[in-house]
């Protein structure tokens, strides 16, 4: 099996970017614009990868989307340059452009790459060969700007293969990765996935690593059997993101432990720590010798042997269990300490330590590593659930830290905000919520007492708040959160987990904001839709993206209502007519139950306000497609090709959207049938639940054509497959017309 088996769409994410007319109908060149044609001709004066593939860049824009066949008159030359001069930043640009001649200068080759990028866009705004004449200097607002291929699995190592904990505890769910005949690095980050993270303004990438498997070390010998092959590949992908300006990260969540069975315990019993919370998966305990030359010495080997990579990111909490604190809250009393080392939840080692302490070591010791072979390499401490010990900002774990450790803040965790009027703490990963949250703020505040900087950990393309799309339309917001995060302070950031990770408007809107001087949000947005639907339809894609930001204000942005709602499937969601008292499944697996019927999961807002919350959120969207709709006619050519995509996508929405709300008014319905005793009562609820699930059957069969026209669509990046698409709406379907045709008419003769 192929990734275009599983994946339908990887096959364009692959392929090369500049083949089509660009050309738009009617588009002419403004006055005072330059007009490239065939008597110029490119002159590239360095020959550093990054500069080369920006010329050849240019070249295939200007050939193969213009149809420009360049000349050779030196008289009329694009001119590509670097000067340090340029700019105090290597990715700092000048453009000069006048008539007879375009110069593009880099303050390093990466600089030039992104000057040409710059050349690009200006030519896709006008349509066509032409650019308007200006001086332009532009620098990059953030230092690093880390994305992720939306093909790269999670629970499976992109370079090794391995699946490790805790997918291989009983999840009782599916993940099909890594079955792929051409899966691999060279496929999960073809060099057209990294020019087109490029030119939406990336400029790093990460992947998944264990130091198990990336790395030798003299405690542990049996580690690191294929270690140098891997270094292999992972300098081999270095080299071929270098050409595009990109740099590699390795994101690691260590000491990761090891399921109870491995045959490593009986090695070395004496490291071995509690399971905690787990289950399956035993803790390797970081307050022995053994793990603690394990972390240094696998961290200097990796480096050591691949100087490119540019850092690591580091989560210390949560996720996977690693060390003896990463799943355990700090017990209240020093009775309790004693149940839980009793217990086998506690290791008694890391019991007479504080959970600041054990990870203010680790990261110092993954760091004295790193830097022992890359001085330069960026070490970035991520403080995702470090409210498992202290409270925001977790100022014990910051002081623990190295000086010249990054700090990696949850930008919108913790921020109070509000949903049909209902006040509540967004916990989660966020587009509604712009940023920058208190708990944010509190780090960003510690780092710049120390005159450190702040990294922002952000989602650029969508959140669980709607996780199996290309990414949430709401267009202004992403634009806004980039303004802000400047005016926060944020010098880095990561912009993606492991979904919500495909290029599109958003990371391209995104682009935009991220080169100085900063343009508004309303410039930024408007420019990228020019490109893309042409002036005269960009205006209506505009509106029509403000309006849906308007309707996500009020989603109801809760862990449990995003993590276990019904938004994920939406269409494809099972109406349960008899009680079953189920869960409903995990919005970020491929849960094998389907059929979850309790409603335990709308908190804080509970299953009546999350319904009207769903209502009026699927009321105003809907608005804002028929915004949309009404530029449809001012579009020609691949403009109204694109922009029916677009559209179909938040149509996609706003199926899932319907189907959210439909399956909690059925449920509603149906729980107080159960409990009604009076016949005239549950008459009329069954004709509820009758009206609920007819209106359902329209709205998932509007969403068949929508997946089959974008198939993209209903695909989860972390879950690695499809919750929505014809086979699985088709299965619900049956489904919901035994409900209509055998249940509800049943009911209604024993009433």
Request: glycine share 8%; proline share 6%; hydrophobic share 40%.
């Amino acid at each position: 099996m192929r990734l275009a088996d599983t994946m339908p769409f990887s096959a364009d994410l692959r392929s090369p970017i500049w083949t089509e007319i660009a050309f738009r109908p009617g588009a002419i060149a403004q006055p005072g614009d330059v007009t490239i044609d065939g008597s110029w001709a490119i002159a590239c004066e360095c020959e550093e990868p990054a500069a080369i593939s920006g010329r050849n860049v240019l070249s295939d824009v200007l050939r193969l989307s213009y149809c420009v066949p360049l000349g050779n008159r030196p008289e009329c030359q694009i001119r590509l340059s670097v000067d340090a001069s340029a700019g105090d930043h290597p990715e700092a640009h000048r453009l000069s452009i006048a008539e007879g001649g375009i110069e593009v200068i880099g303050a390093s080759a990466v600089g030039l790459l992104h000057g040409v990028f710059r050349l690009i866009a200006l030519m896709r705004e006008r349509g066509g060969p032409f650019v308007p004449a200006l001086t332009e200097v532009r620098s990059p607002l953030f230092k690093h700007r880390i994305h992720r291929s939306a093909l790269s699995p999670f629970y499976v190592e992109e370079l090794t293969g391995y699946v490790g904990p805790p997918f291989s505890a009983n999840w009782d769910c599916e993940y099909p990765a890594y079955i792929e005949e051409d899966a691999g690095p060279d496929q999960f980050y073809h060099e057209n996935i990294l020019l087109r993270l490029a030119m939406h303004g990336f400029n790093g990438i990460w992947l998944r690593g264990a130091l198990r498997k990336f790395a030798r070390n003299s405690a542990f010998p049996e580690f690191g059997e294929n270690a140098e092959a891997i270094c292999a590949q992972l300098r081999s992908l270095c080299e071929r993101a270098a050409r595009f300006g990109m740099k590699v990260f390795l994101y690691m969540n260590e000491p990761m432990g090891l399921n109870e069975d491995d045959a490593f315990w009986q090695a070395h019993p004496q490291v071995r720590g509690p399971q905690g919370r787990t289950s399956g998966v035993n803790f390797l305990c970081s307050s022995t010798d053994e793990v603690k030359t394990y972390l240094r010495e696998s961290a200097q080997f990796i480096f050591e042997r691949v100087p490119e990579l540019a850092g690591v990111l580091l989560i210390t909490a949560s996720e996977y269990p690693s060390h003896c604190w990463s799943h355990t809250r700090v017990p209240g009393n020093a009775e309790q300490i004693t149940e839980m080392i009793e217990a086998g939840t506690l290791c008694p080692r890391c019991a007479k330590r504080t959970p600041q302490e054990v990870v203010g070591e680790i990261v110092s010791l993954l760091r004295e590593g790193i830097k022992a072979a890359s001085p330069d390499a960026e070490v970035i401490a991520w403080n995702w659930s470090w409210s498992l010990w202290e409270d925001d900002p977790q100022r014990g774990v910051l002081e623990q830290l190295p000086d010249d450790v990054i700090v990696m803040g949850d930008y919108e965790r913790g921020q109070m905000t509000e949903a049909c009027g209902f006040a509540y703490k967004n916990d989660e990963y966020s587009i509604k919520v712009i940023g920058p949250s208190p708990r944010f703020t509190g780090v960003a505040d510690f780092q710049r007492e120390r005159g450190l900087p702040v990294y922002a950990k952000v989602q650029i393309g969508t959140t669980h708040e709607n996780p199996n799309i290309p990414y949430l339309p709401t267009l202004q917001k992403i634009a806004r959160k980039w303004q802000t995060l400047v005016e926060s302070g944020t010098t880095g950031m990561m912009t993606c987990w492991n979904f919500g990770n495909m290029s599109s408007l958003g990371t391209e809107v995104a682009g935009e904001m991220t080169f100085a001087p900063q343009p508004s949000v309303e410039e930024a947005v408007l420019a990228v839709a020019t490109r893309h639907f042409g002036p005269e339809a960009a205006p209506h894609m505009v509106a029509g993206w403000q309006q849906l930001c308007t309707a996500q204000d009020d989603f109801p942005t809760s862990i449990p209502v995003m993590y276990y709602g019904p938004i994920s499937r939406g269409p494809a969601f099972h109406f349960v007519f008899d009680r079953r008292d189920q869960k409903f499944p995990r919005s970020w697996l491929l849960d094998n139950n389907l059929d979850g019927d309790r409603l335990d999961w709308a908190s804080p807002f509970g299953p009546e306000k999350t319904l009207e919350c769903y209502r009026v959120v699927a009321r105003r969207w809907a608005e804002g497609i028929e915004i949309m709709r009404e530029g449809l006619p001012k579009a020609q050519g691949a403009q109204l090709d694109e922009m029916q995509r677009e559209i179909t996508l938040a149509a996609f929405c706003l199926a899932q959207l319907v189907s959210s709300a439909n399956v909690v008014e059925f449920l509603l319905a149906r729980d107080a049938y159960y409990a009604s005793e009076d016949a005239a009562e549950k008459r009329a609820l069954l004709d509820q639940m009758e009206a609920t699930c007819r209106a359902e059957l329209d709205n998932a069969l509007s969403a068949i054509p929508l997946c089959e026209a974008d198939s993209r669509l209903g695909w989860h990046g972390e879950a690695y497959g499809y919750m929505i698409n014809r086979e699985l709406i088709e299965e619900k379907l049956v489904g919901l017309r035994e409900i209509l045709e055998q249940k509800i008419p049943a009911a209604r003769e024993g009433v």
